[in-house]
């Protein structure tokens, strides 16, 4: 196939031949001045052609790669504006992924087979991208459950930034006794006994979930460049080609970025990344940002590996948790200590990401900011943007705007969207985050995900969120005018992921001169029902000119990865995201496996009842058709 001369594509010899050509497409470029397309060509990784057959033949030599895209959407190749990117690329292959997984059956039976085949002083561990609100029962795990599908392999099962559940083999490997204390902003769960459970609560901190994971073992040398490379092709597989790394706790700099630093001076990043510094010890964060502004400056590096700038944390006393199955965090006095981080890095050139849920932190942000403003000191000329973001304010919005800020807003509410409907109500849920608002004043929008460790990386799933309002359990949240259409959703993966990273004039939209990055698709984007939005994947995806993921047709043009070590690993079995069907195929399907949910769930209810936690008699089937 490196060859297809077909429709008069001869192979010609000349001085601008393209390394690869992607032709008969139904392209969507993000660019106004030519919006649709049927050919691309590329060279040295920056885009020479865009048009039609006539238009890219003669960039066609004897060595150029022309791929058939047999008359499929093809889109600009997407950019997660908040992915824990490099976090979870050290962790991949140690995770067993229940992301898309429509049962908790399912899942149990693939944990109890991953149990199986762990050896001895590993841990089984399921750590975000999924929602007990998206399995047919409706309910997590129990611990009972765990300690039959494992019970000499310690398990940790992660949900949200609310819980987690441990087995009793984990809780030994953690070392969690009767007397271990509850630590700040967290619970241990104990029994009438006064002995652990195995539930490990946010209230609100989630410091205690993430301390207790990072008590399991970790990947080392190659097997951690195996692993993320693997990874990234599991994010090329769904088209996307950027991401702008968060940061995140347990992620320090320099030893968490070495690998991607490795991988990018071997020429091995599948994925374009942008990342922070995000500083790990309470009370050392300014001594933390003063040392990595004698290190590098942002924008260091290249087109595959970049200082972004510092965040999303820059002091842990402004952080809000956004655990929303508790209530809203009451923060301490933070501005001081605050305003000198802000302070620092404006002065050094420094722009930043800010996490921030609700608006009553937002605010206490904006004084601050407001204040250096008044000085001549903010933004001087830096990047910024709050992320998350989802009760924030129309003041606040406005008050963003005209400092100059920017927004990164995440899916979140796909997977946490019923415990912020309970504790909030509906008009609340209504605008979180208030889209349409931050877009109508002029606010440059990311779109993003926050995978790994509550949110799945992929992006179709916050492109479904973005455009339905609904959650993975088909709860629908935000009404039509706080959605925002197709063309838009897309724009925010693409062009607006390029600005926050100063780099709109070069990726974002398909166009000559810019970065050759795209994603041929398995399904319309634009035009496939949007319940199925969700179901897409790439088949084809591009980044600079290398094929990086191939599938169906295109089977084999991709560059060959490393096995996946080591051997045990579950993504080496499972795989990564758990595929399903789009709902106008899978009818049958999932009529059987709500039959299976239904009996799973009458036998958690018997279990339930020979305890005494529930009545013995079955709830009686009422009908009012049929009664008197």
């Known amino acids: 196939m490196s060859t297809m001369p077909v429709g008069g594509l001869v192979p010609r010899a000349t001085d601008n031949a393209a390394d690869l050509v992607v032709r008969n497409a139904k392209i969507h470029t993000g660019d106004p001045v030519r919006p649709q397309a049927e050919a691309i060509a590329i060279r040295d990784g920056v885009i020479t052609a865009v048009g039609d057959d006539n238009d890219v033949a003669s960039h066609i030599g004897p060595d150029t790669k022309v791929v058939d895209a047999l008359g499929r959407r093809t889109v600009p190749g997407l950019n997660d504006a908040h992915l824990h990117v490099i976090r979870g690329g050290l962790n991949y292959v140690l995770e067993l992924r229940w992301d898309g997984v429509p049962t908790l059956r399912q899942g149990l039976a693939m944990l109890r087979e991953q149990a199986a085949r762990t050896p001895k002083g590993q841990w089984v561990r399921v750590v ?22 494992a019970p000499d392999t310690p398990v940790f099962v992660l949900h949200l930034y609310q819980s987690a559940v441990l087995n009793r083999a984990a809780l030994k490997a953690a070392g969690f006794t009767r007397d271990t204390p509850d630590p700040k902003g967290g619970q241990i769960v104990r029994g009438r006994d006064g002995e652990p459970t195995g539930m490990l609560l946010a209230a609100p901190s989630a410091l205690i979930l993430y301390s207790t994971l990072a008590k399991a073992p970790v990947l080392e040398g190659e097997d951690r460049k195996t692993s993320t490379r693997h990874f990234l092709r599991e994010l090329n597989r769904f088209g996307l080609t950027s991401a702008i790394d968060a940061a995140g706790g ?7 970025y070495s690998t991607v630093v490795e991988l990018a001076k071997a020429g091995q990043l599948s994925l374009r990344i942008a990342y922070h ?33 510092a965040g999303e944390n820059l002091t842990w006393a402004a952080a809000d948790f956004e655990n929303f199955a508790e209530p809203r965090p009451n923060l301490a006095d933070f501005e001081a200590e605050f305003e000198k981080a802000v302070r620092l890095l404006m002065e050094n050139g420094w722009g930043f990401r800010l996490h921030a849920t609700y608006d009553e932190t937002i605010r206490r942000d904006l004084e601050v900011f407001e204040k250096l403003a008044a000085e001549g000191l903010f933004p001087a000329g830096n990047r910024w943007l709050f992320d998350h973001a989802e009760t924030v304010s129309a003041d606040s919005l406005d008050r963003i705007a005209a400092l100059g800020g920017a927004m990164s807003v995440q ?29 109508e004043r002029g606010l440059t929008v990311g779109a993003g995900t926050d995978a790994t460790r509550v949110s799945t990386y992929n992006p179709w799933v916050a492109l479904h969120w973005l455009i339905t309002g609904r959650t993975v359990g088909d709860l629908v949240l935000r009404p039509p005018h706080n959605r925002v259409d197709r063309r838009t959703a897309l724009a925010m ?15 974002g939209v398909l166009r000559p001169g810019f970065l050759g990055d795209l994603a041929v698709l398995s399904e319309d984007y634009f035009t496939v029902p949007e319940q199925d939005i969700a179901h897409i994947e790439s088949l084809l995806t591009v980044v600079g000119g290398r094929i990086v993921h191939a599938t169906a047709e295109y089977e084999g043009l991709d560059e060959e990865l490393p096995p996946i070590s080591p051997a045990w690993s579950p993504v080496a079995h499972f795989g990564g995201y758990h595929a399903t069907p789009g709902t106008g195929l899978s009818g049958a399907r999932q009529a059987e496996l709500l039959g299976q949910a239904v009996a799973e769930s009458e036998q958690h209810r018997q279990w339930r009842a020979r305890r005494g936690l529930t009545p013995e008699s079955a709830s009686t089937f009422f009908d009012p058709c049929f009664s008197l």
Do not use: C, H
């Open 128 to 149: 975000g991208g999924w929602s007990a609100e998206q399995f047919a029962e409706r309910r997590l795990p129990t611990v009972a459950e765990l300690n039959a599908a």
């Open 277 to 309: 510094l995000f500083p790990q010890t309470a009370g050392q964060e300014i001594d933390d940002l003063t040392r990595w502004i004698e290190m590098a400056r942002p924008e260091d590096g290249d087109e595959w590996l970049r200082l972004n700038g």
């Open 411 to 439: 899916n979140r509410l796909s997977f946490q969207g019923e415990a912020f409907l309970r504790r909030y109500g509906p008009g609340a849920a209504a605008d979180a985050p208030p889209i349409r608002a931050m877009l």
């Open 250 to 256: 347990f992620q320090n700099f320099p030893d968490n």
């Open 493 to 507: 993966f693409t062009e607006a992921g390029a600005a926050l990273t100063g780099e709109e004039g070069v990726k």
